[in-house]
């Protein structure tokens, strides 16, 4: 099963519109069990749609971290006795441990190929049926280039501002 995305030109600002295109294809070609997978991506569009292009990638499931943490656009029924409103009891240690342990594996494998997400939020979090954690949307992410300077490298644009890291509220 797979995800469709278009990705639409905003005509507000369209230079941002077709670097977010580009940055999904930051991860196309890798394959990791914790990273959503590009399948392919095409930029042929009828003229009469209003697209940059379309991505095709793993079908990660509806649920995200965020549903789970916030209890917000479940399918389940609500639950009175529930800790989210989602029908379900709050996340155990050992759930809350292997949602943490497969984003962190996700992202040095992604550290490892020199990407950065630059917008890592629980909305972008995506958790299969088998309860694995998948990292997705990288429509802020950034290929970094080797570098040979030797101190740390700050990149401030895109991601969301409440879930910035405080060294980019500066």
Known sequence: TVAVKQVKKCSKNRLASRQSFWAELNVARLHHDNVVRVVAASTCAPASQDSLGTIIMEYAG????HHVIYGTGCLQGKGEDDAGGCGRESLSIAESLGYCSDIV?????????C????????ANVFITEQGVCKIGDFGCSQKLEDSVSPGPQLYQQGGTYTHRAPELLK
């Open 105 to 113: 594996t996700g992202l040095a494998f992604l550290h490892s190929q």
């Open 62 to 65: 509806r649920t995200t971290l």
């Open 115 to 122: 990407i950065v997400h630059l917008d890592l939020k629980p």
